[in-house]
C-alpha cells in the first residue's frame, strides 16, 4: 500500500489552477517521490519526481521569484525617484 501525505495546496491567482503536492511513501521501501498535481478546470496534470529533480526544480523556482521580487523593488524605486510625494500631487 502507498502512503500519500498531502504538503501543500495551492491556488495560481491569474488561472485559478489548483497545484497539490503530495509525498509518496511505497510499502515496499525504496525511495519517496514528490507527486504534483495541476488541475484546470477538468484537465489533470499529474507527474512524480525524485528528491534531486525536485532539489533542482525548487532551486530555479526561488532563484526566479528572488529575480522578479528585485525587479519589483526597482520598478518601485523608480516610480518613487520619479514622484517622491504622489500624495501631495494635486
Known amino acids: 500500500?502507498?502512503?500519500?501525505?498531502?504538503?501543500a495546496s495551492l491556488t495560481n491567482p491569474l488561472g485559478g489552477q489548483l497545484i497539490e503536492l503530495q509525498q509518496l511513501?511505497?510499502?515496499?521501501?525504496g525511495m519517496s517521490l514528490l507527486r504534483t498535481r495541476i488541475r484546470e478546470?477538468?484537465?489533470?496534470?499529474?507527474?512524480?519526481?525524485?528528491?534531486?529533480?525536485?532539489?533542482?526544480?525548487?532551486?530555479?523556482?526561488?532563484?526566479?521569484?528572488r529575480t522578479q521580487a528585485a525587479?519589483?523593488?526597482?520598478a518601485q524605486q523608480a516610480a518613487?525617484?520619479?514622484?517622491?510625494?504622489?500624495?501631495d500631487a494635486p
Open 1 to 7: 500500500m502507498t502512503t500519500i501525505t498531502p504538503l
Open 80 to 87: 518613487c525617484a520619479q514622484d517622491p510625494h504622489p500624495r
Open 71 to 74: 525587479a519589483d523593488a526597482q
Open 25 to 29: 511513501d511505497y510499502a515496499s521501501g
Open 41 to 65: 478546470n477538468s484537465r489533470f496534470t499529474v507527474f512524480e519526481i525524485d528528491a534531486q529533480t525536485a532539489r533542482q526544480w525548487g532551486e530555479t523556482l526561488l532563484q526566479w521569484a
